[in-house]
């Protein structure tokens, strides 16, 4: 059977589960295979690589990570999109928009939930590229664009630079964000939303997480004691005074 990760089942766990397995029959390596369920036990395969740590090392930061890592959303997006949930599946409750969504999307792209693995580069040495995502709990109904936007929140990154790590603080994010969309391939139409859906995306996962925080408890409640609340405010503060700078690259 190979290496596997065990994790109690949840919920959401049935439809995710679906999903793994329509992505898996398309084609689609970037992403845990369902293995079995043994009681209130899922099974996934394990997805052998390198997940960065914090602070980010430089392999993460880099624009050619950015590319690759744009390159393998799309790639997910494209086979998701032929996936249909079955009617009354239940998914995680979160941020993403649920009008007229067009997918199932990953919704949480974070350094964490990214493996990298060695590839060879064109001057011959080996470097560390974005292979495949991992921790599929918040995947949900959505939109590309929202899902980019989530992405982009962590990578570009759409934040406050008190609140990146030491190595994105000197990045420039407008540059990042046209980089990332050219490299997906991101409509127009959906680039002169991109920061009006960021804006949105912020409103919405303050108030869910403040919810679950208030209600769960556990590792929420610990996040929004550490933070977690406060630097989405931060983060929303900086896109409204770089708003105009940020759309100039998307245009």
Same mark, same amino acid.
């Given at each position: ?14 439809? #995710? ?23 209130? !036990? ?70 964490? $939930?990214? #493996?990298?693995? +060695? +590839? ?32 982009? =929140? ?14 994105? =603080? ?18 127009? =139409? ?9 804006? !949105? ?24 004691? +550490? ?14 005074? $770089? ?9």
């Amino acid at each position: 059977m190979g290496a596997s990760v065990r994790r109690p089942m949840r919920a959401c766990s049935p439809s #995710v589960h679906a999903l793994l397995r329509h992505l898996e029959s398309a084609g689609f390596a970037g992403a845990p295979r369902v293995l079995g369920v043994e009681g209130q !036990t899922e099974i996934l395969s394990y997805v052998q690589g390198e997940v960065p740590a914090r602070p980010l090392p430089g392999y993460a930061v880099s624009g050619d990570t950015l590319v690759a890592l744009a390159g393998l959303l799309r790639r997910f997006h494209d086979a998701a999109a032929s996936f249909e949930p079955a009617s009354g599946a239940v998914w995680e409750d979160g941020s993403a928009l649920d009008d007229d969504p067009e997918l199932v999307g990953h919704c949480d792209v974070t350094p964490a $939930n990214v #493996v990298f693995r +060695e +590839e060879p580069s064109p001057d011959g040495q080996a470097r560390l590229v974005p292979y495949a995502l991992i921790d599929f709990d918040l995947a949900r109904p959505t939109t590309r664009l929202f899902d980019v936007v989530t992405t982009l =929140r962590h990578w570009a990154p759409i934040a406050d630079p008190l609140d990146r790590d030491p190595l994105q =603080r000197g990045l420039d994010v407008g540059a990042r964000l046209r980089l990332f969309c050219d490299a997906y391939g991101l409509a127009p =139409r959906d680039r002169l939303r991109l920061v009006e859906t960021a804006r !949105t995306r912020f409103d919405r996962s303050y108030l869910a997480m403040r919810e679950k925080a208030e209600t769960r408890g556990g590792g929420w409640a610990r996040m929004w004691e +550490e933070g977690a609340g406060q630097r989405i405010r931060r983060a929303a503060r900086w896109l409204d005074a $770089n708003e105009d700078a940020l759309h100039q690259y998307l245009i």
